[in-house]
């Protein structure tokens, strides 16, 4: 700890709990969540009866479980029983990037386990100011998961163009409603690092009392919405989400400087951002081989630079989404998500003003023909691209 402010740090230990488990096979994750839980105290640990517990899975899209956008059903299916099983009400609630609720549960399989378990589907509709004591000041939240007595965050495993990870933390991003999600990714611009405090601030307004992360089938490549399944046979869960993610981000190899979530919430000296904070339990995290994930395109070759030449070479400096024309079929869903509004249809093409494009990626995260591919400037491409996208280092 040499060098860092001992009065910056929480120097708790934060437990986060691994358990191997082989597939999506009910048997197999009931045992294996019971397994996960036992050395963090059970779910009685986080939950009391008769409290109402909302369940905030990954409802990014619709798409089916196979494809590892989503948080698998058997994975909501076993953890609403658990909460039944102790005597609790279990709701479930998200607000997905695109499409409703419901279409998004349906798809998934999330709704025909929500309704077999006898469970609440909610809907983020109302919400409510909150002020923040960051440099944010104000967030509108989603009122069910402000007012629900305890909060189970359901994360996906997956790699992230605009984070490279999204896990605990990011997951909570889905307690914004509508419009918010794009109008904040416009106020964070281009910029990574105010994005994730923009999350960081997000998850201390309320923080999960548990987070269970599906890392059974993970996604690596273009996630989140259009990368490739990644079997990893594992559960992870833990009480702060922060110390998750950071045990997470080292399972699936990727070094910090590329996971800017971690990174910030180590500058803000948030517990649990230091891996001597951390204690890992259950599975020896020496027993697994697992190679490193492939990462998004994100890469760019702007560490370190001032903000004034980032500003005027950013074109240059960085990836950019483009269409496919093969696969495109000119939904508008892109169009639609665009959180600065830069992408028009012009007869058969996409069209990009990539002057204003802040580089989230949201297009090519909704997109649901996986028709958008990424570009790298022309610096990048001479000079940067595969060190700071690289696993190693």
Not at 51 to 66: I, Y
Not at 141 to 166: C, F, G, Q, S, W
């Amino acid at each position: 700890m040499t060098g860092r402010n001992p009065d910056r740090y929480s120097f708790f230990m934060h437990k986060v709990s691994i358990e191997k488990v082989a597939s999506y096979d009910p048997e197999l994750v009931e045992i294996g969540l019971k397994n996960l839980l036992a050395p963090l105290g059970g779910i009685n640990a986080f939950i009391r009866p008769g409290e109402r517990v909302l369940l905030k899975p990954n409802m990014l899209s619709a798409k089916p479980p196979a494809a590892a956008v989503t948080t698998h059903p058997a994975i909501l299916k076993a953890v609403i029983r658990l909460v039944q099983g102790a005597g609790a009400v279990a709701l479930v609630g998200d607000s997905p990037g695109f499409g409703s609720l419901r279409a998004v549960a349906k798809r998934s399989g999330m709704l025909a386990a929500i309704e077999e378990c006898g469970a609440e589907l909610v809907e983020f509709s109302e919400v409510r100011e909150v002020i923040s004591g960051g440099i944010f000041k104000r967030f509108e939240v989603a009122a069910p998961y402000l007012d629900a007595d305890r909060v189970i965050n359901l994360p996906k495993l997956k790699t992230h163009e605009m984070m490279t990870l999204t896990c605990g933390v990011k997951n909570l991003f889905g307690i914004l409603v509508g419009a918010a999600k794009p109008a904040w990714h416009l106020q964070a611009g281009f910029d990574r690092e105010i994005f994730a405090r923009v999350l960081l601030e997000l998850y201390q307004i309320r923080p999960p009392d548990l987070t269970i992360v599906d890392a059974i089938t993970a996604m690596e490549g273009d996630g989140p919405g259009s990368g490739d399944p990644r079997q990893v046979g594992l559960l992870l869960a833990g009480a702060n989400p922060v110390a998750v993610d950071l045990v997470a981000g080292e399972i699936a190899g990727i070094p910090k400087k590329l996971l800017f979530v971690e990174r910030e919430a180590e500058k803000l000296g948030l517990p649990g951002s230091v891996r001597e904070q951390i204690e890992v339990v259950g599975a020896d995290p020496m027993d697994f081989h697992i190679s490193p994930f492939r990462l998004p395109p994100l890469s760019d070759v702007e560490f370190g630079l001032p903000r004034f030449i980032k500003n005027r070479l950013r074109k240059h400096l960085t990836t950019r989404p483009a269409q496919i024309p093969d696969r495109c079929l000119l939904c508008g869903v892109c169009v639609k998500g665009c959180p600065p509004g830069v992408i028009r249809i012009e007869g058969r093409n996409l069209k990009f003003d990539y002057d204003r494009c802040i580089r989230c990626f949201c297009c090519r995260e909704l997109c649901p023909e996986a028709a958008l591919d990424v570009r790298k400037g022309l610096l990048l491409r001479i000079f940067g691209g595969k060190e700071n996208n690289s696993p190693s280092g």
